[in-house]
C-alpha cells in the first residue's frame, strides 16, 4: 500500500537555523509527492511538489527534491524566520488515484 | 487564483440540530473533497466528488452527507451529529486527476465545528 512517515516533532529552531524535515514514503509506481504547510487556525496551503524522480520543488526559500532511490523527500530551508512556525505536512498522490495519502506532520517551532 | 472559501468559519450545533457547511472554487477543478481533521492529526479524507458525482466515500457515516449542486459548489449536510465529531472541515478541488497527472489539491480555510 501507499504511505507516508516523517520525523516526529517538535522540531525546534533558532532564527536563520538550517531546516530539514525528513519525509519517506512506499508506494507503488510512480506517485507525485507535496509538502503541505499549515499555520494555527488555518487550512493546508501547498508549498510545493514534485511529480517524478530527481525533481526538486522549490517555494519561498523552501526546497525538496525527489529522492526515487532512497523513496524520500526531504524539505530544507537555509535560513528559518520565526513566521515558519507551522505544521508540515508531507503527502504523496498516486497516478491515477485522488486520494492524498498524509505523513503524521511535524510541527516547527522557531524562535527570535 | 487558488482560492477555495469556506463558510461559515465557526459552527456550534447541538446535536439535534441540522446544518451544513460550504465550499466554493472558481479554478474550474471538477474534482472536490471533503476532508475531517483532529487537533494534531493529519487530514482525513471522507468523500469526492469528480464531475458532481459521488466517487469515493470513506465509510462516513449518514449523519453526513455531501452534496455538489454544480461544479463550484459543494455542502455538507449535517444532522444528528455527535461530540466526538467536533473538528476542523476541510474542502479541497483538483483537477479530476487523470492517470500520469500530479494535479494538487487546493484547502479552503475551514470550517471550526463544535457539537454540544
Known amino acids: 500500500g501507499n504511505s507516508v512517515t516523517q520525523m516526529e516533532g517538535p522540531v525546534t529552531l533558532s532564527e536563520e537555523a538550517f531546516l530539514t524535515i525528513n519525509c519517506t514514503y512506499t508506494?507503488?509506481?510512480?506517485?507525485?509527492l507535496f509538502w503541505y504547510v499549515q499555520y494555527p487556525g488555518e487550512g493546508l496551503q501547498l508549498l510545493l511538489k514534485a511529480t517524478k524522480a530527481d525533481d526538486k520543488g522549490s517555494n519561498k526559500g523552501f526546497e525538496a527534491t525527489y529522492r526515487k532511490e532512497t523513496t524520500s523527500f526531504h524539505l530544507e530551508k537555509g535560513s528559518v524566520q520565526v513566521s515558519d512556525s507551522a505544521v508540515y505536512f508531507c503527502?504523496?498522490?498516486?497516478?491515477?488515484?485522488?486520494?492524498?495519502?498524509f505523513g503524521t506532520g511535524t510541527r516547527l517551532l522557531v524562535s527570535p | 487564483d487558488t482560492e477555495v472559501t469556506q463558510t461559515p468559519k465557526h459552527l456550534v450545533m447541538g446535536m439535534t440540530n441540522k446544518k451544513s457547511l460550504k465550499c466554493e472554487q472558481h479554478m474550474g477543478h471538477r474534482a472536490m473533497y471533503w476532508y475531517k481533521q483532529k487537533a494534531k492529526k493529519p487530514p482525513e479524507l471522507m468523500f469526492v466528488?469528480?464531475?458532481?458525482?459521488?466517487?469515493i466515500n470513506e465509510s462516513v457515516p449518514s449523519r453526513f452527507s455531501p452534496e455538489c449542486p454544480n461544479s463550484s459548489l459543494l455542502n455538507l449536510h449535517l444532522h444528528a451529529l455527535q461530540p466526538e465529531d467536533s473538528a476542523l472541515y476541510l474542502c479541497?478541488?483538483?483537477?479530476?486527476?487523470?492517470?500520469?497527472?500530479?494535479?494538487?489539491?487546493?484547502f479552503g480555510p475551514g470550517t471550526r465545528l463544535t457539537v454540544t
Open positions: 479541497a478541488s483538483s483537477h479530476p486527476g487523470l492517470a500520469g497527472s500530479s494535479y494538487e489539491q487546493y
Open positions: 466528488y469528480s464531475y458532481e458525482k459521488l466517487s
Open positions: 503527502a504523496l498522490r498516486n497516478t491515477g488515484f485522488q486520494k492524498l495519502v
Open positions: 508506494a507503488t509506481g510512480y506517485p507525485s
